[in-house]
């Protein structure tokens, strides 16, 4: 039993320090067991509490803890796990009761000392103890600066979207403002745009990628969120390379991979099915209708479109199916705030997306290689 208690024990300890490691440490998207059980378990009474028969005003309040909240859950989990392994390993290879290695793993991972250690054993496993308890606690007061950070950076540019695109933001009322000021006929101030959003789509695809806690970090608006941002931005990429006239692609095409390819990786990370390579006459959530009904708001300002309203629809819809899925299944899983052409999909009528697993590793692993589909 003390054999089988000692190799127990060592799993544990080294499950737990892998799991803190992965999701602290390492630099890239690693999936941790241990981690989505406490994003899954924690999640359910938010989920509970926060139900759609709700007003959005306490939804919004309530998953607004979410996120900090499984953030002091997981140190907490890890030095629960790292006790309970020191306390096997303790058991096994000091002739004592389980009680008396309990009472000496808590004295060691918290430091406080209050347990004597007579023997060589003891305080050598002791000071192991000790040095991973600080060394958690250490993890954590790092991690919460980097955590913050990543997050104000991106709801800087989030911030500044409702200046340019109203609140809550669409994709038609930032065209229609920068029309109004003369800014749309101005190509170097709306392809410097989208190379700025560009930027934020790499910068968020490497932080919530490292840190997958800021997707579910809200905005400090109600009417903010940084998937309603994304889509919007897309959106408005989308309309400008398919249905303005004497303008290449360009910076808008880029603006629209760099946003499909960090929405498919997030999403990719979380287990939510999307289709790999779509094709361009694949279904989207935006209908024909919402389509005119957009070409007719830009017309009535005055802004020039294309002549072909048709092919102008076949090719926003080539663009679109990029990331329609993705969009929606993200907008779903943190509630975002109501946006058109976002986070309004969820009502009965248009299907859900269907997340597998969540936070699952599992999922299909789309090819980064990938052109995507475009009318280019």
């Known amino acids: ?115 004597p250690a007579d023997t060589f054993l003891e305080r050598l496993l002791a000071f192991v103890a000790a040095g991973l308890g600080l060394s958690l606690l250490a993890l954590l007061i790092s991690f919460l600066p980097a955590i913050y950070t990543a997050f104000a950076r991106r709801e800087v540019q989030v911030g500044q979207l409702e200046v340019r695109a109203g609140s809550p933001p669409s994709a038609v009322a930032f065209l229609e403002r920068h029309h109004l000021i003369g800014a749309l006929d101005d190509r170097g101030e709306i392809d410097s745009n989208f190379q700025r959003w560009e930027g934020w789509f790499a910068e968020i695809e490497e932080s919530h990628l490292t840190y997958p806690v800021l997707v579910f970090f809200r905005s400090p608006q109600l009417d903010r969120s940084w998937v309603v941002a994304a889509g919007t931005m897309l959106d408005t990429a989308a309309l400008v390379a398919s249905c303005l006239p004497r303008r290449s692609i360009g910076s808008a095409g880029l603006c629209i991979r760099a946003g499909f ?43 020039e479109l294309k002549s072909d309203q048709d092919q102008a ?23 975002a705030a109501y946006a058109p052409w976002t986070s309004d999909r969820s009502a009965p009528s248009h299907e859900r997306p269907r997340v597998r697993r969540f936070g699952s590793r599992r999922a299909q692993r789309f090819d980064p290689d990938s052109q995507g589909t475009d009318r280019s």
Do not use: C, K
Not at 51 to 60: A, F, I, S
Not at 63 to 76: C, E, K, Q
Not at 84 to 90: A, C, E, K, R
Not at 265 to 292: L, M, N, V, Y
């Open 261 to 303: 390819l960090a929405l498919r990786r997030i999403a990719d990370f979380f287990g939510i099915e999307f289709d790999h390579d779509p094709a361009p006459d694949d279904p989207i959530s935006i209908t024909r209708a919402e389509f005119d009904e957009v070409w007719d708001r830009l017309a009535a300002v005055g802004i």
């Open 1 to 115: 039993m003390r054999a089988v208690s000692f190799i127990a024990g060592f799993v544990v300890i080294g499950g737990t320090l892998m799991s803190a490691i992965r999701t602290v440490i390492l630099p890239r998207a690693a999936s941790s067991w241990l981690t989505r059980t406490v994003f899954r378990v924690v999640r359910l009474p938010f989920v509970a509490l926060a139900g759609p028969r709700h007003p959005y005003e306490r939804r919004d309040r309530i998953l607004a803890l979410y996120g900090p909240v499984t953030l002091m859950a997981l140190p907490m989990v890890w030095l629960t796990m790292v006790l309970l392994g020191f306390m096997l390993v303790m058991w096994a290879l000091v002739d004592q009761s389980l009680g008396d290695a309990f009472h000496m793993a808590v004295s060691s991972v918290t430091t406080l000392g209050f347990a």
């Open 313 to 335: 629809w076949r090719d926003f819809a080539g663009w679109r199916v990029n990331y329609d899925t993705v969009l929606l299944a993200l907008a779903d899983i943190t509630v």
